[in-house]
């Protein structure tokens, strides 16, 4: 099995983001891909019993899940920010939230807690309720069983070319650009 990069570049020209950042960020998600190929490739080559096959095999949830956050990321991107109100994922927030407003204010502030990592908004597939988590690691901190509804990239590479220290610009502009329509169709 190979892991297939796929091409983002209608990225590119995006409000809120440089093409260098873009660059940059999209760089650092062809190295998930080619690592986590490589190390499919290795763990082929190693005897299963061994110390490196085992190291090996825990780097590999490093890689994969570092190119499926980014992909996830990359695709609940490059909308209009435009949020529906009469869609599925609003009266998914509307009944465990309150409302839009109150997802948002709970998102935006799990994104500027102190520390890198991911804000993942997911939902439990065996309730349908949604919670917005703060993930450290892309290998680690995933509730078992739920479903990445919208993926906001916190990392250091995701914002400083762009804002700094100011992590908060960075996050509105993250907003104005999410695709909700590729979010409302991840909703189980």
Known sequence: MKYEKKDFSRLMGMAGFSDKALDIH???????????????ELLRTLDKESSEYAEVK???????????????YFENLGGDGRFDKGGMVCRAMDRIFG???????????TGKMRGIGWVVTYQDTQTGNLINSWIN?????????????????VFEHAFVSDYGKDKGSYIDAFMKNIDWGAVEKRLK
């Open 26 to 40: 999209f760089a650092l998600y062809e190295g998930y891909v080619k690592n986590t190929n490589k190390n499919m």
């Open 99 to 109: 409302s839009f407003e109150e997802w948002k204010e709970d998102f935006v502030a």
């Open 58 to 72: 825990r780097r590999l949830g490093w890689e994969l899940n570092g190119a499926v956050l980014h992909e996830l």
């Open 137 to 153: 690691e892309h290998d680690a901190g995933h509730p078992a069983g739920f479903n990445p509804l919208l993926v906001m990239d």
